[in-house]
């Protein structure tokens, strides 16, 4: 009966691969460690060395606006500079995260007004508010953070209300929109 245990035990460690985000080392580890104990038992130190398949997945991306843009109502922000965009969910084109696979996503954004103005928008996600930006009159910022569950092609996005036609930012990039996968 132990015999067929050990067998048993040794051959579910060689066949199990894990298909998420994991710590590959500490599961390598854990089950060479097992695999080891089990051999040493049965009196064989012939152990053969255990492989996670494990991936780290990286989805991450921050992008921010490098000058105070005209802006229609309704309109997108289009975060023109691209400082990471790991797993390429983020478009400058569009102004918009498509995520690349589903999980739990942390999502920022800060947008700051012009002077005498106000800006209010929304972090949408599909064509859905979820929460709002305002940021008061001149020079002040507006921020949101929020974790949303997305399925894969999820979009997340930053739109202006309306009111003010101008969003303002400079070579500081006060302006910043990012996100990132916390988990599957």
């Known amino acids: 009966m132990f015999r067929t245990f050990i067998i048993v035990l040794m051959f579910w460690t060689q066949m199990v691969k894990v298909d998420s985000t994991c710590d590959s080392e500490l599961q390598n580890g854990l089950f060479q460690d097992l695999l080891n104990m089990m051999m040493k038992i049965k009196g064989s130190s012939s152990a053969q060395p255990f492989t996670c398949s494990c991936k780290k997945i990286v989805i991450a991306f921050t992008t921010s606006l490098s000058a105070t843009k005209s802006i229609g109502s309704g309109a997108v922000v289009q975060f023109d500079k691209v400082w ?3 797993g390429k969910g983020y478009d400058p084109n569009s102004g918009t995260f498509t995520a690349p696979r589903q ?4 999502i920022s954004a ?16 599909n064509n859905e508010k979820t929460v709002g930006l305002y940021t008061g009159e001149g020079y002040h910022t507006g921020s949101a953070n ?3 569950k997305l399925k894969k092609g999820d979009r997340v996005y930053i739109k202006h209300r309306g009111g003010t036609e101008a969003i303002y930012s400079d070579g500081d990039h006060w302006c910043m929109f990012s996100g990132f996968l916390i988990s599957e």
């Open 84 to 86: 990471t965009n790991e």
């Open 103 to 106: 999980g739990f996503y942390q």
């Open 110 to 125: 800060t947008t700051m007004s012009p002077q005498g103005k106000y800006f209010h928008s929304h972090l949408m996600k």
């Open 146 to 148: 929020i974790v949303l």
